[in-house]
């Protein structure tokens, strides 16, 4: 953190004006745009679960200190350097910009960000951090076709392939729908290695999964170990059920696993699962 956010930080916080919302919200977008004239080429320094990284004024919003911790510590210790991690839903890059200090200059990412808005904050980071020959970035979804969607922008972390139920988002206020392009990962991957893969995809998972099954089935080129967030309370929209999705990952050849390293059966709760190659 640098000193001028030290010192706006301490006095947002001193005594008489902490409650001063009425006088913060007029004096943030002048302290905003300070930040981005002065900040947007070299960026801020921010400390991620104990990783240094660089981002853009606009990111800061987003940036902690402690960052899905558990979720962090293990994906970090599949990254080695020369590796090909492919992170789908990369949303500005806290995971990207992570994982591409640790590819090094022989390894590469690929980041999966449909979102315009936010694939534009990632491009700015990777841009900040230097990192342009190790980051790819694909703006499209990917899926289990090659196809146009309709996809919920605007509502950063959770944009998301749009739902038949949520037809009405433009007027309900919940995010702007878009039309997207949609990839497979055997469509950009035919013949590529991948050694990590990552999805955040809010509910799509099983259909990137089935989008990866050629990927998936070669020995020689799939991942070791694919992290997956999972949103059960979304699946019923896309057809996915705790035995569907864990029937794709088992039916590849991967043994599916929490954090900690127990078996996973069933899957009926937000959260992350590991499965490993077999």
């Given at each position: 953190m640098n000193t001028v956010e030290?010192?706006?930080?301490?006095i947002r916080h001193?005594?008489?004006?902490?409650?001063?919302?009425?006088l913060w919200k007029r004096i943030r977008p002048v302290y905003d745009r300070y930040l981005q004239l002065v900040y947007s080429r070299r960026g801020l320094v921010r400390v991620v679960n104990g990783e240094g990284i660089i981002v853009c004024?606009?990111?800061?919003?987003?940036?902690?200190?402690?960052?899905e911790p558990k979720v962090w510590r293990r994906a970090m210790r599949e990254v080695?350097?020369?590796?090909?991690?492919?992170?789908?839903?990369?949303?500005?890059?806290?995971y990207t910009l992570a994982f591409a200090s640790r590819v090094g200059e022989s390894g590469r990412v690929v980041a999966f960000e449909p979102d315009p808005v936010t694939a534009s904050e990632?491009?700015?980071?990777?841009?900040?951090?230097?990192?342009?020959?190790?980051?790819?970035?694909?703006?499209?979804?990917?899926?289990?076709?090659?196809?146009?969607v309709s996809f919920i922008a605007g509502r950063e972390m959770?944009?998301?392939?749009?739902?038949?139920?949520?037809?009405?988002?433009?007027?309900?206020?919940?995010?702007?729908?878009?039309?997207?392009?949609?990839?497979?990962?055997?469509s950009v991957f035919p013949d590529s290695c991948v050694n990590l893969l990552k999805i955040d995809v809010e509910g799509f998972e099983e259909p990137v999964l089935r989008g990866a099954i050629q990927l998936l089935a070669d020995r020689a080129r799939r991942p070791h170990a694919i992290i997956v967030e999972m949103h059960p309370f979304a699946w019923e929209a896309v057809g996915t059920s705790s035995d569907s999705i864990l029937g794709v990952l088992t039916g590849a050849g991967y043994r599916v696993e929490s954090l900690e390293g127990a078996p996973v059966e069933h899957i009926e709760s937000y959260g992350h699962v590991i499965a490993h190659a077999t």
């Amino acid at each position: 953190m640098n000193t001028v956010e030290k010192i706006s930080i301490s006095i947002r916080h001193a005594p008489g004006l902490h409650k001063a919302d009425w006088l913060w919200k007029r004096i943030r977008p002048v302290y905003d745009r300070y930040l981005q004239l002065v900040y947007s080429r070299r960026g801020l320094v921010r400390v991620v679960n104990g990783e240094g990284i660089i981002v853009c004024p606009g990111s800061r919003r987003f940036i902690t200190k402690s960052y899905e911790p558990k979720v962090w510590r293990r994906a970090m210790r599949e990254v080695h350097a020369g590796d090909t991690v492919v992170e789908v839903g990369a949303n500005m890059g806290i995971y990207t910009l992570a994982f591409a200090s640790r590819v090094g200059e022989s390894g590469r990412v690929v980041a999966f960000e449909p979102d315009p808005v936010t694939a534009s904050e990632l491009d700015a980071n990777i841009a900040v951090n230097g990192w342009g020959s190790r980051i790819i970035v694909r703006r499209a979804a990917a899926g289990d076709s090659l196809a146009e969607v309709s996809f919920i922008a605007g509502r950063e972390m959770e944009s998301h392939i749009a739902f038949a139920s949520e037809s009405q988002a433009r007027s309900n206020g919940t995010g702007k729908t878009i039309t997207v392009p949609m990839v497979t990962l055997d469509s950009v991957f035919p013949d590529s290695c991948v050694n990590l893969l990552k999805i955040d995809v809010e509910g799509f998972e099983e259909p990137v999964l089935r989008g990866a099954i050629q990927l998936l089935a070669d020995r020689a080129r799939r991942p070791h170990a694919i992290i997956v967030e999972m949103h059960p309370f979304a699946w019923e929209a896309v057809g996915t059920s705790s035995d569907s999705i864990l029937g794709v990952l088992t039916g590849a050849g991967y043994r599916v696993e929490s954090l900690e390293g127990a078996p996973v059966e069933h899957i009926e709760s937000y959260g992350h699962v590991i499965a490993h190659a077999t």
